[in-house]
């Protein structure tokens, strides 16, 4: 019997590329077309079985998600709260959960990222421990981590990498993941990286070094949010895809949401 999986969401950090919006509010709490940003992780996570979730913040703004979503009753979640009083990356704001985690599995999403794809209980069903990552094709790889398979497999990854100048392949990690409670142990083992973070990068390769990831291909779109740019095509991607699929009663033709001038949103079923 599969253990109980949790959720993780992760919405710390300053929000400096967001200013001067983030000096209003948390960034996980601006809007992405019709709801604020970190509804959408919620979901994610809440599809794939995820009832009891952690929100893990920084200390700025950290009232304002609480005022938001309160104890998650009215959504049909229980929420819990942990700050990251400093920045010390991902793995470091994973590594506050460990108690809330507890013997169960967790899923972790990074409170930034907006999946098209619904990720259900039945897709996690065949995850009996080690970690699984979540990956889609990009045409800029050297912008992400970025997961190797080897040769003549489906899914097995020998290698991750963090934004790499020559990317061995273009499929970019994306900010969901799934691990058994032994990574809280690969955390306490990590080393600060160079720029004094702990890296999410390190606590999947070892992972990879120890036979134990997994993968899921991503067959729909996915964004951050995390930039004004990142920002605004995830709102055009989600307004896309309700204006399309929620009026065929309408007898008007829809409005169509493309490209914008300098940011060119025009391909919206890439990253």
Same mark, same amino acid.
């Given at each position: 019997?599969?253990?109980?999986?949790?959720?993780?969401?992760?919405?710390?950090?300053?929000?400096?590329?967001?200013?001067?919006?983030?000096?209003?509010?948390?960034?996980?709490?601006?809007?992405?077309?019709?709801k604020p940003m970190i509804y959408y992780p919620l979901e994610t996570l809440?599809?794939?079985?995820?009832?009891?979730?952690?929100?893990?913040?920084?200390?700025?703004?950290? #009232?304002?998600?609480?005022?938001?979503?309160?104890?998650?009753?009215?959504?049909?979640?229980?929420?819990?709260?942990?700050?990251?009083?400093?920045?010390?990356?991902?793995?470091?704001?994973? #590594?506050?959960?460990?108690?809330?985690?507890?013997?169960?599995?967790?899923?972790?999403?990074?409170?930034?990222?907006?999946?098209?794809?619904?990720?259900?209980?039945?897709?996690?069903?065949?995850?009996?421990?080690?970690?699984?990552?979540?990956?889609?094709?990009?045409?800029?790889?050297?912008?992400?981590?970025?997961?190797?398979?080897?040769?003549?497999?489906?899914?097995?990854?020998?290698?991750?990498?963090?934004?790499?100048?020559?990317?061995? &392949?273009?499929?970019?990690?994306?900010?969901?993941?799934?691990?058994?409670?032994?990574?809280?142990?690969?955390?306490?083992?990590?080393?600060?990286?160079?720029?004094?973070?702990?890296?999410?990068?390190?606590?999947?390769?070892?992972?990879?070094?120890?036979?134990?990831? &997994?993968?899921?291909?991503?067959?729909?779109?996915? &964004?951050?949010?995390?930039?004004?740019?990142?920002?605004?095509?995830? &709102?055009?991607?989600?307004?896309?895809?309700?204006?399309?699929?929620?009026?065929?009663?309408?007898?008007?033709?829809?409005?169509?949401?493309?490209?914008?001038?300098?940011?060119?949103?025009?391909?919206?079923?890439?990253?």
């Amino acid at each position: 019997m599969a253990k109980r999986l949790k959720g993780v969401i992760l919405a710390g950090g300053t929000g400096s590329r967001l200013f001067p919006l983030t000096k209003v509010t948390n960034k996980h709490l601006l809007p992405v077309y019709d709801k604020p940003m970190i509804y959408y992780p919620l979901e994610t996570l809440k599809n794939m079985g995820c009832k009891d979730i952690m929100i893990v913040s920084g200390r700025e703004h950290c #009232g304002d998600i609480l005022n938001l979503l309160g104890s998650g009753r009215d959504m049909g979640l229980k929420l819990s709260y942990e700050i990251q009083d400093e920045a010390g990356g991902i793995a470091h704001a994973l #590594g506050l959960t460990e108690k809330f985690v507890g013997a169960s599995n967790v899923a972790v999403c990074l409170g930034d990222n907006i999946f098209d794809d619904k990720i259900t209980i039945d897709d996690m069903s065949d995850f009996d421990g080690g970690a699984r990552i979540f990956l889609k094709e990009v045409h800029d790889p050297e912008r992400f981590g970025v997961a190797t398979i080897r040769k003549g497999t489906t899914c097995d990854v020998i290698g991750i990498e963090e934004k790499p100048k020559n990317p061995k &392949s273009n499929l970019c990690v994306t900010g969901l993941y799934v691990y058994d409670n032994t990574v809280f142990n690969y955390i306490k083992n990590l080393t600060p990286s160079d720029r004094g973070e702990l890296e999410i990068t390190d606590v999947n390769n070892f992972y990879v070094r120890d036979r134990l990831m &997994s993968c899921h291909f991503l067959g729909s779109w996915w &964004s951050d949010a995390g930039t004004f740019k990142s920002l605004l095509k995830a &709102s055009t991607l989600v307004a896309n895809k309700k204006l399309c699929s929620c009026d065929n009663k309408n007898p008007e033709p829809l409005p169509k949401v493309g490209a914008i001038g300098e940011f060119g949103i025009d391909k919206v079923s890439e990253r």
